[in-house]
């Protein structure tokens, strides 16, 4: 089962959620850290890495002996990152997607590839939980290969929770696709609201059943929970506004590690995600 764990902004507890999770569960389950550009996941469940590899991706090598400046490398490219001004042939790495187009086009084979290193893949594990994080190298905007990299470790005999990047953009399709379940995690205020409605409207065009965890309970008003009425979001699980949880999370500690109580709850959230899944299939 794959369970991707997303939200519509930052700041809302996912990670805290998908590490608590994973904890809860023990074993057969792995967490996959897919916000590569600020991962923090290993911040609460502190995990041994034991492997480091590094997420590759080609891009253009333009030979100006061979090339004769027609520009079909440029037309095909629909992100600008090659550009020809008179007989100087310019390339941008950060905005090449990787899809050998140039190459294909050239009709005097002036274009190969060379390797760029995005960023890095860490493996390790915290007992009997597998742990995968991507790392997005600073100064790249590229993080969907690497999320695609990060979840090519998916096992189909475990249980894959993907801490996906906040927002809706491009990233974050890319850690909800192919999941069996989305778990929304939001706060009961105006903005944890606005960034909902935008998560769930993501969610709707990938056909995937969802549900939702109320963060920080207690605050701000009943919004969240009349548009999730409207909406027939299920309420999986709701998360008070605490001193002692609050507490317990910001000094990076796992809160039913910390709060045992909390395991129990945990383990009914996976019940009920189990089984609003099975629905689906």
């Not at 929970?225 to 506004?241: G, Q, R, S, T, V």
């Amino acid at each position: 089962m794959i369970i991707s764990i997303a939200s519509g902004k930052g700041g809302t507890g996912k990670t805290t959620i998908a590490t608590n999770l994973a904890f809860a569960l023990g074993e057969n389950v792995q967490l996959l850290d897919c916000d590569v550009e600020e991962p923090n996941s290993h911040l609460f469940l502190k995990p041994e890495i034991k492997e480091e590899i590094p997420v590759i991706a080609p891009i253009p090598l333009i030979d100006e002996d061979k090339c004769t400046y027609c520009k079909k490398c440029m037309e095909i490219c629909r992100f600008g990152a090659i550009a020809i001004v008179g007989e100087t042939v310019l390339t941008f790495p950060e905005l090449c997607h990787s899809c050998g187009g140039c190459i294909a086009v050239c009709p005097e084979n002036a274009v190969s590839e060379m390797d760029r290193e995005l960023g890095k893949i860490e493996r390790g594990n915290l007992d009997l939980i597998e742990f995968i994080s991507g790392r997005l190298k600073v100064g790249e905007v590229m993080a969907p290969p690497i999320i695609k990299d990060v979840r090519t470790y998916e096992k189909k005999d475990f249980i894959n929770i993907v801490d996906a990047p906040p927002g809706t953009s491009c990233p974050v399709i890319a850690s909800m696709k192919g999941a069996d379940f989305i778990l929304l995690v939001t706060e009961p205020t105006p903005f944890g609201l606005n960034d909902l409605k935008l998560a769930v409207e993501a969610v709707k065009i990938l056909g995937i059943p969802h549900g939702l965890v109320i963060n920080r309970a207690g605050i701000g008003n009943d919004d969240v929970k009349k548009y999730a009425e409207k909406e027939n979001l299920p309420i999986l699980m709701e998360i008070p506004f605490d001193r002692k949880i609050a507490e317990t999370y910001s000094k990076g500690e796992l809160v039913v590690r910390a709060m045992p109580e909390w395991k129990e709850k945990f383990l009914n959230l996976y019940n009920q995600i189990k089984e609003l899944a099975g629905q689906r299939s």
